[in-house]
Every structure is written in C-alpha cells, then in structure tokens.
C-alpha cells in the first residue's frame, strides 16, 4: 500500500506539474510528432529507393522504330533491317534491305551478269563467295557466311554500305548448293531470300567456253596470266584464238547431264521467291534487267558492263572438230544448239 500511494502520489504530482507548464506539453508533443515523422519518412524512402533501384536495372534502351513501309503484306517477309557490326547505316538504318542469291554454273555469263548488278547504285553482289571450298565445308560454315553476308558485313569491292538496298552474292550449284539443297532452301524461306537463276539456253556453247577457260589456266596466253574475264576486244581476241576441239562420244551425255542438273536446281528451290534467267535473253532484250530490277524492289537504272564477250559469232568458227559435232548432234534433242544467235 505504501508503494502503491507513493507511484499514485508520484503521478499526481507530474499530471499537475504538467497541467502548470502548457509549454512543457506542447514541447512533448512536437517531440514526438517529430521522431514519428522522420520514422514514417524512412520507411518510405526505403520503399522508393528499393523500387528505383529496381526500375534502374531494368531500364532498356530501345531504338526508335522505323515507319512501316508501304508495300504489300506477301513482302514483308523479304524487307530486312540488318544492324553490321563493321560501320553504322547512319540515316540509312530504316531503309529495307533485301536478300537475293545468284544460283548459276560456271560460264554461264554469271560474273557479266553480276557486274550488270553492281552497276546498280543500291545493289552489293558479292562474287562467288562459296569458290572457297572452307566456306562450304559443313551447314553451318555456309550458315555462318550467309549470315555475315546478309548483315552487311561482309567487306568487298561491290559493298555499298549504308545506303544498299539489296546485298547477295553469285552462288555455283557445285559449291555445297545442291549437296545441302534442303538446309539452304529452309535457309532462305526463313530469313526471305530470292533466288535469282541464270543459266545458258546454248549448252554447246557454254561447253565452248568451259574448255577453253580451262585450257587458259594451264596454258595462260595473256602474258603468263589466266583471265576469265576480260576488259578489251583485243585481249578477247587472243583467248578466242584457241578452238577446242569437242569429244563427240562423250557429248549427248554431258550436256545431258548439265541440263539434268539444271532441271533439279529448279525443282529443289521451286519453294523459294525465285526469277529464271538466260543470260541469251538478257544479250538479246536488255528488258529483261528491267524484269529483275522489279523483282528486287530497287530503282530502275541504266545498267552497264565493262566486260568484253570472248566467244563471238557462228559455232563452226570456234570448235575445231565441227563437222564431227554436227554430225553427232543432227537428229538429237540438242541439234537446235547447232543454229543460234550470233551476236
């Protein structure tokens, strides 16, 4: 009792020394407004720190979309807006680029026909790339190629950088193409590739051309070098000079055999955005560029070749054995390879 009346004593006396001092009691309860306050106030900015925090890491940079093009939907899939690791498109960037690959056979007037499309301010063909045979050793080095040739970083003469609207490169049917024709044909249709084919209608005359660009690289007659192209009349001359002469036993079959190859590269990449071409028609109708121009959505243009054609004028002044020729190829399916342009 006598602790119980000393705290109740004790309290009386500090409720009415409070009650005296007005000040005292306001000075209390700013106090403690004050320590709630600043209490309220770091549990806040924890919260907000933590969730900025949070915000910070998960903040991307995003590139300003590029306008949507006015074409036709089926095109969408073949308009491309590669980012090279080697130079910055700059203003370029929202220009669509497109992908094509020229399937052909040697001496066909395939690397003509290229130069006919590098003349083009917006087109980059860069060559036989797949000659190198490490480039077509396995899928996925072909994959990889393909890759930096279509990401514009693949560095060449004919590389238009910033401003190309169509990149590709010149593609032989013997460099890994038919071997892996399944994989590539996927290839193309998921990354929108056009095929553009150019073959020879005369297969006669492409056989012409292939024996004696061959026996220029062993014999050399300009000066020691091997062209397989040239730039003036008179070195077409001296390559012209040489008539091989044609193993006529032989001859049925192998042009069958080159036209079977062509017959199964078109039915292999029937799937695929595709043109055919002859490189006759294309001598005889400069039109037919126009046609191309369309199919690869670029801009039309004058296009123009420095190359000088080698072999010119009738086949019987170009075979050595033509009479023997013409008498294996009278009555057969290819005697119409005997009457052709002569241009």
């Known amino acids: ?102 399937l052909s056979m040697q001496r066909s007037g395939s690397g003509w026909f290229e130069t006919l499309l590098n003349n083009h301010t917006n087109i980059s063909s860069n060559g036989e790339i797949f000659s190198v045979k490490i480039r ?35 593609w032989m049917l013997n460099q890994g193409l038919m071997q892996h024709h399944v994989e590539i044909v996927d290839y193309f249709k998921m990354h929108g590739v056009s095929a553009i084919f150019l073959f020879r209608r005369n297969l006669l005359r492409r056989m012409i051309s292939v ?42 079959k192998d042009l069958k055999q080159v036209q079977d190859t062509t017959t199964r590269a078109l039915e292999s990449f029937k799937s695929t955005r595709h043109i055919v071409l002859y490189y006759e028609d294309i001598v005889k109708n400069r039109t037919k560029l126009v046609d191309l121009l369309e199919f690869l959505k670029v801009p039309y243009r004058d296009l123009k070749s420095r190359q000088v054609k080698i072999h010119k004028g009738s086949l019987s002044s170009q075979i050595d054995n033509w009479d023997d020729v013409q008498k294996a190829l009278n009555g057969t399916e290819y005697w119409s390879f005997l009457q052709d342009y002569r241009k």
């Open 1 to 102: 009792m006598a602790e119980d009346h000393f705290s109740l004593s004790k309290d009386s006396f500090s409720i009415k020394s409070v009650k005296k001092s007005p000040l005292v009691l306001r000075m209390i309860v700013l106090v403690f407004s004050m320590v709630c306050g600043v209490y309220i106030c770091s549990i806040c900015l924890k919260q907000v720190g933590t969730q900025s925090a949070a915000g910070f890491l998960n903040v991307k940079l995003v590139d300003r979309p590029c306008p949507e093009p006015a074409v036709e939907p089926w095109e969408i899939p073949y308009l491309h807006y590669p980012k090279p690791k080697t130079f910055s498109r700059a203003e370029c960037s929202c220009n669509p680029v497109r992908y094509f690959a020229i």
């Open 136 to 170: 077509r050793s396995n899928v996925s080095t072909i994959f990889q190629t393909l890759d930096q040739i279509y990401n514009l970083d693949w560095l060449s003469s004919a590389s238009k950088n910033e401003c190309t609207a169509a990149v590709g490169l010149k």
């Open 211 to 252: 024996l004696a660009n061959s026996y220029d690289r062993d014999n050399k007659l300009l000066n020691g070098t091997h062209k397989s192209h040239v730039h003036s009349p008179h070195e077409a001359e001296i390559l012209a000079s040489y008539k091989p002469s044609i193993n006529t036993t032989l001859l049925i």
